[in-house]
């Protein structure tokens, strides 16, 4: 027999434990709303993890710690981008583990662990004396801000965890939701602890900052990114200058960060550090592909401690319903005879040169995808094209005047920031109807006039998949969104990609999902 005090499912708030060791058993209390209650469990228990707020300890035999660790070391195979090397080894093995010698861990394993331990039928306790308590007067509204029911939900699990990732699909109002967790913990500050929220990219940098004054005025308002520097009680970062200037910032109290799937190692690293509250957001926070970037994840900010799906915000009428069509495309194509004639002398598919010859220069899959913009246009649409490659968006871009739609503008990673508002000002204003886009359009992007969103650059990641759609999902006016995918039928890896693409979406289960042949 085996007691779990559910650390991450339900766990009662207001309670606390106690554990009274004898020869054959073992008494736990559990203190619940006022009600003692005492537990006895047979003290022939295999593994004992002890709980704190970021980390746990599992305390073990021998034989069964050296289980432990190798479950919680995590293998990957990567491409060689060594190209010296890669003539000896197309993929190296990578190779991470997670459970130190000294038996501690993060504690965004415990639900792994205690998965596998149930699994084994190994029997087990979880105690903690992590017992924090949550006021019952939570701010839910600053201002004009005010949080939707979900959101404080949302909010009681941050301020009663203190450590772990809000899963938040897209729309769901991650920043109000930081801001109200910020005005929650400042009541418990002194004036010289800081405030730290850390984002990805300038675009969001922007954006963050804007909403923020907003809420709390300019006063307390300050930032670290884009060559500018400015110390005040809310700190909002770029991750990269956070990693390099965090030890200009005093007193940090709390760091929230947003979209941390985005975050590397190092930068993740930089954060974790910090013996504060951590909590981290996204609506797409751990990878189907990468074990190891998930198992990093969990490291360092912690595991899901609150969700809410695409679906559920739908069906609040929060996100916009609307149809994900894909362009399915079986067109007469080959690859070129010195492209495969390279592949079969090395014995190495090159991705790159084939992407080219598939996706980026095929003049029919281009025009068709220009012929479905063009169309949407003249109906009065607005349309965003999403290109992976600039060397795409430039194809299109050529194909879109020839068409005579020359007002249609490409967006990329080059352009300055007052450049890309520019652009995205025009298109909220109607004045510009269509904007050709690369990755920087993928995340954190809120334009609410979108109709029409095509993904030109195909891809495979459920993360940027789902982050692509989530540019479209505003709800306005009970309009109906369409966004188009392609199914690249005729070449492979991509028509291997396109159904990766459509399991993602149908997983979502929000929307309809269908097929146009060509």
Excluded at 338 to 349: D, H, P
Excluded at 472 to 495: E, G
Aim: charged share 30%.
């Amino acid at each position: 027999m085996n007691y779990l005090l559910k650390y991450y499912d339900t766990k009662p708030i207001g309670s606390s434990l106690s554990v009274d060791e004898t020869d054959e058993t073992l008494r736990v209390k559990v203190h619940i709303d006022g009600q003692l209650n005492e537990i006895h469990v047979n003290n022939n228990l295999e593994v004992s993890i002890q709980v704190s707020r970021k980390t746990m300890k599992i305390v073990c035999d021998s034989h069964l710690f050296a289980i432990l660790r190798e479950e919680l070391t995590f293998t990957e195979k990567r491409y060689n981008t060594n190209p010296r090397k890669r003539k000896h080894e197309t993929y190296i093995q990578y190779e991470r583990m997670f459970l130190k010698k000294s038996g501690k861990c993060s504690v965004g394993f415990l639900r792994h662990v205690t998965s596998f331990l149930k699994r084994k039928g190994i029997t087990f306790i979880c105690l903690t004396d992590y017992l924090p308590t949550v006021k019952p007067d939570l701010i839910t509204s600053v201002g004009n801000l005010k949080l939707r029911d979900y959101q404080v939900t949302a909010l009681k699990s941050i301020m009663f965890y203190r450590f772990g990732v809000i899963k938040a699909a897209t729309n769901a109002g991650k920043t109000a939701l930081s801001a109200i967790v910020l005005a929650n913990f400042m009541r418990e500050f002194n004036d010289e602890t800081t405030s730290v929220v850390i984002v990805p990219s300038k675009d969001i940098f922007i954006q963050t900052i804007t909403f923020f004054k907003e809420c709390f005025g300019e006063d307390l308002i300050g930032f670290a990114g884009d060559g500018k520097f400015k110390l005040n009680r809310i700190m909002i970062c770029i991750a990269n200058t956070f990693s390099r200037k965090s030890d200009l910032i005093p007193n940090i109290g709390i760091i929230i960060v947003d979209e941390v799937h985005s975050f590397g190692n190092v930068t993740g690293k930089s954060i974790a550090k910090y013996d504060v509250p951590i909590i981290g957001m996204s609506g797409t926070p751990f990878s189907s592909s990468s074990c190891i970037k998930n198992a990093d994840i969990r490291s360092m900010f912690g595991d899901v401690i609150y969700e809410i799906t695409n679906k559920e915000l739908v069906e609040r009428g929060v996100s916009a319903k609307g149809e994900i069509l894909f362009l399915q495309f079986d067109m007469e194509f080959q690859y070129s005879d010195y492209l495969l004639e390279y592949e079969m002398k090395t014995g190495e598919v090159q991705f790159h040169s084939r992407e080219e010859e598939a996706i980026i220069c095929n003049t029919e899959r281009n025009e068709k995808l220009c012929e479905v913009a063009s169309s949407s246009i003249k109906e009065g649409k607005q349309v965003i094209m999403l290109v992976k490659r600039i060397e795409h968006g430039e194809k299109l871009l050529k194909l879109m005047d020839e068409r005579g739609l020359e007002d249609t503008l490409l967006l990329q990673g080059k352009n300055t920031l007052k450049q890309r508002q520019k652009v995205i000002n025009s298109f909220k204003d109607g004045e510009l109807f269509c904007i050709i886009a690369t990755t920087i359009f993928e995340v954190g992007i809120s334009i609410d006039e979108i109709d029409i969103i095509i993904n030109c650059g195909g891809g495979k990641s459920s993360i940027k998949t789902l982050q692509r759609l989530g540019r479209i999902l505003r709800s306005r006016d009970n309009k109906k969104f369409i966004f188009y995918d392609t199914d690249d039928k005729f070449a492979n890896p991509f028509h291997r990609h396109s159904m990766e693409r459509r399991k993602s979406y149908r997983k979502e289960s929000a929307w309809n999902v269908k097929i146009i042949k060509d």
